[in-house]
């Protein structure tokens, strides 16, 4: 009931956005809704075939997030979103063969948790192998063969987020005693987030997987101590990668003073200054811009105002730079406006609610770590990249979940997905008998 819901709302969505860009009806908009319906149809019945005790609600929100994401990159860059589109093909293909996999009991998971753990220190390195590793806007994430590239760092999420719930159930009455010796796990994985941040100049990326390490580590052990002290490492770290790298030092600085009335350094015109607002924090102030742009109802989707108008030589200039991946939120809260931005957030908070939940119903420490690490990470990812286009935090590249154009973002949250389906069909399951 819920999917049927979803598929009205983006067949509504569709023909906004088609009506908005080509001034006329079709019924295309309809065939595009009806394609996307048909797909999370074949991922509701994996899902009651494998995890029939599943929560119902997470898989319809998925269904909306990607519809929203789906319908506003269709509306900045039609070729994109077929693009998008074949990833969501393909991470709805992984997830059911998750489900599948690991339908009986995704507990034997833990037996591999060393595996998982150093899976992820690989994937998180290997975007600095020469050859392999791409720098977009001046951090090093992207793995690059050929015409493909992927962000190894969204699969090392989920693998961490494994290795971890299996890690901190076994050590974790250890870990609540409270001794010296046993700040080495803080301090090491401190280390690899700092080493991370400094190697990949990306001061979210450091905060995303040290943040999740925190959020399991006080699940599991339930001292704040742990918390305080590691949030205090982490300030440290990052202070001193801020001193020595100049792509950090930027970032903080366009995050502080993203306005100037006077004349600075420009590093895209060398010799010629320019206000900040029109170089480092261009992308910042015009999302900001947007974001104002739309007032509390929206332009309405479509409507928003993201190209500049054709000059004398037909060219379009973009004003929102990488609208359909790091600013997207910037462009949907334009065309929302403030209470459809708030709605649109609010689906993110039942989304962490429901997997909250899964993690209170977990009968077995392995299934609660692996619900919560999940849902934080999820939690921690939005609140990343919407508090740096809020102006909240500096600015970061991560991607805002499901919603987002980008492959290895889509696959990898799908995984998440499958994770959380479950650990709810087993905690769910288990409280009928």
Not at 83 to 105: C, E, M, N, P, Y
Not at 292 to 311: E, H, I, Q, R
Request: with cysteine.
């Amino acid at each position: 009931m819920f999917l049927i819901v979803v598929g009205i709302l983006t067949a509504i969505g569709f023909a906004s956005v088609y009506i908005a860009r080509q001034s006329v009806v079709s019924t295309a908009s309809l065939t595009y809704a009806a394609l996307f319906f048909a797909l999370y149809l074949v991922a509701h019945l994996v899902a009651r075939q494998t995890v029939p005790f599943a929560d119902p609600y997470l898989l319809p929100i998925t269904g909306l997030l990607t519809a929203i994401g789906l319908t506003e990159i269709y509306r900045l860059r039609p070729q994109d979103a077929f693009k998008q589109g074949f990833w969501i093909v393909v991470a709805v293909g992984l997830f059911s063969a998750t489900l599948f996999a690991l339908r009986r009991d995704y507990r034997r998971l833990e037996s591999y948790k060393y595996l998982f753990g150093l899976t992820a220190i690989v994937l998180l390195l290997l975007p600095l192998a020469p050859g392999l590793g791409r720098v977009v806007n001046g951090a090093r994430l992207w793995v690059g063969v050929g015409s493909l590239q992927f962000q190894p760092g969204e699969l090392a999420k989920i693998m961490l987020i494994v290795f971890l719930a299996g890690y901190l159930r076994e050590k974790r009455e250890v870990l609540a005693q409270g001794r010296i010796k046993d700040f080495g796990p803080l301090l090491v994985i401190w280390g690899m987030a700092v080493l991370v941040l400094l190697e990949t100049r990306d001061l979210g990326g450091g905060l995303l997987y040290f943040g999740i390490f925190l959020g399991m580590l006080y699940v599991a052990t339930a001292r704040i101590s742990y918390v305080a002290a590691g949030v205090g490492l982490f300030l440290i770290g990052s202070v001193g990668v801020w001193k020595v790298t100049p792509h950090v030092q930027e970032r903080v600085t366009n995050w502080r003073h993203p306005w100037t009335s006077h004349l600075v350094y420009c590093p895209l015109t060398p010799g010629h200054p320019a206000l900040r607002q029109n170089c480092q924090s261009y992308q910042l102030v015009k999302s900001l811009y947007s974001i104002a742009n739309g007032g509390y109802g929206g332009t309405g989707l479509g409507k928003g105002t993201v190209d500049t108008l054709p000059s004398a030589g037909g060219t379009v200039h973009t004003i929102i730079p990488y609208a359909n991946t790091d600013f997207i939120y910037s462009v949907l809260a334009q065309e929302l406006g403030l209470v459809g931005a708030s709605a649109f957030l609010l689906v993110y908070m039942i989304f962490v609610l429901r997997g909250m939940r899964t993690a209170l119903l977990a009968q077995d420490g392995f299934s609660k770590l692996l619900a919560v690490g999940l849902t934080f990470g999820f939690a921690l990812q939005t609140f990343i990249i919407v508090g740096g286009i809020l102006r909240i935090i500096p600015m970061t590249g991560i991607t805002l979940p499901f919603v987002s154009y980008g492959g290895s973002s889509v696959v990898a949250n799908f995984l998440l997905l499958a994770g959380l389906l479950l650990v709810s069909n087993r905690a769910n399951r288990d409280l009928l008998r």
